[in-house]
């Protein structure tokens, strides 16, 4: 037999949908509110210390896991922020972003049989991730809002179900993309609890923690008692200070499994490009002033998008963190979120993501599709004025579906 050319595992997972769709955007010219960056400048001060470093020729590999700098920066921000101590020299590693503290993490705690549990809906990495780190995932379902001011909520049932012996660990992502979900402290009790049980890491990927809305709270999960030394906290400067291309993300976590993921990490990559390091510590050095300001002009955008889905004819679950909206296309008479991405991003010119492709059964969520509005006003105004082509019925009776087929 001839043998593919490709790995088995790559075989178990398609390439990003969310990624993709960004590439139908730019082939269709679209506006695109599908893959989670800002279309809007950075802050000042972040591009300014990269401008410095780069003329102050930090040029070369910095310390593997991290510049010396950048860790401390760290370690002081979480403990600024948590009350919890952080060891900048054991405990964190900065890794080419969010993305590759994940992988690293589970390539550095996962063995052969090992169980994770993951919620569902869940961010697309997780999935590949699980797979490429040789973990078996056991999903757990977020199920929508009972009404307009709720959350996305689990049975704890099925999560009680999903742990047991075999368990190495729990991903969780609060504040939640795509659902906007932000996790309680009732809800982070329960799960440390399980967690405590079975033996097993809480791996949180916490990189929205400053985009919560109205009066909800992010709570971390390293502040759960009892957890502190069985949780790895992901971040990244990506969604906190607008910079998705930069690629610097960390993980914190106790020492003895920090150990496991520097290993992997240095063999990974080496390290993050380190101007951008530097750059990314004096950003969280120069503290907490800027994150009202981030918050506030996020909650304008989420509000605004919400207005545009409502008006344009979607059913959109209101967010309580993160910068994606879940909207439910039942009410303009499409059954098929890939149908209507595709349709929307062509015949409309707005990209989203369909919803199915955060389940690992892609029937599961064939009503639903994402939007991110972390967009400048012009591009929502944009996309508001294309939407409007829904109901005009443009391109329905090409694409023979929809309220007008
Ligand atoms: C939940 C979540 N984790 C990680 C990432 C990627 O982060 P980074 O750019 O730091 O790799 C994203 C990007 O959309 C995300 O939504």
């Known amino acids: 037999m001839t043998r593919q050319p490709t790995s088995q595992k790559t075989h178990l997972f398609t390439e990003s949908v969310i990624r993709e769709m960004t590439r139908l955007a730019l082939a269709h010219g679209a506006v695109n509110l599908s893959q989670g960056f800002p279309d809007f400048a950075a802050p000042d001060l972040i591009k ?104 996305w909520w689990f049975d704890p049932d099925d999560l009680a179900r999903a742990f047991s012996n075999r368990t190495r660990a729990v991903i969780i992502n609060t504040p939640n993309n795509p659902t906007g979900k932000v996790f309680t402290r009732d809800e982070l009790t329960l799960i440390a609890s399980h967690c405590q049980q079975w033996g097993a890491i809480a791996v949180t990927d916490e990189i929205y923690e400053h985009i919560v809305y109205d009066d909800h709270v992010h709570v971390p999960m390293m502040t759960i008692d009892g957890m502190a030394d069985r949780t790895v906290t992901i971040n990244s400067t990506s969604k906190t200070f607008s910079v998705t291309g930069w690629r610097v993300g960390w993980a914190v976590a106790p020492p003895d499994i920090a150990t496991g993921i520097r290993k992997v990490h240095d063999f990974l990559t080496v390290g993050a490009a380190a101007p951008l390091q530097a750059a990314a510590a004096a950003a969280l050095n120069a503290g907490d002033g800027y994150y009202p300001h981030l918050r506030e002009t996020y909650q304008s955008r989420r509000d605004r998008l919400l207005g545009i889905l409502e008006r344009r004819g979607f059913a959109p679950f209101t967010p309580r963190g993160a910068y994606y909206v879940m909207a439910d296309i039942a009410p303009l008479w499409f059954d098929d979120d890939m149908a209507f991405a595709q349709y929307l991003v062509t015949d409309v010119g707005v990209a989203c993501v369909p919803g199915s492709s955060f389940f690992r059964d892609r029937s599961s969520a064939k009503n639903i599709v994402r939007f991110c509005f972390c967009k400048k006003e012009e591009t929502l105004a944009a996309a508001d004025e294309r939407l409007a082509r829904l109901e005009r019925g443009v391109g329905l009776q090409a694409a023979g579906r929809g309220r007008q087929a």
């Open 48 to 151: 300014n210390a990269a401008c410095e470093a780069i003329r102050a020729d930090v040029n070369q590999y910095a310390v593997t896991w991290g510049a010396k700098p950048l860790r401390d920066a760290i370690a002081a921000d979480v403990t600024r922020r948590h009350g919890l101590p952080i060891d900048p020299d054991t405990q964190v590693t900065v890794c080419c972003g969010a993305t590759e503290a994940m992988i690293a993490t589970l390539l550095g705690i996962i063995d052969p049989g090992d169980e994770i549990v993951v919620f569902e809906p869940f961010y697309e990495n997780y999935r590949p991730d699980s797979i490429l780190s040789g973990a078996t995932p056991k999903f757990v379902r977020l199920h929508p809002p009972r009404d307009a001011r709720g959350d």
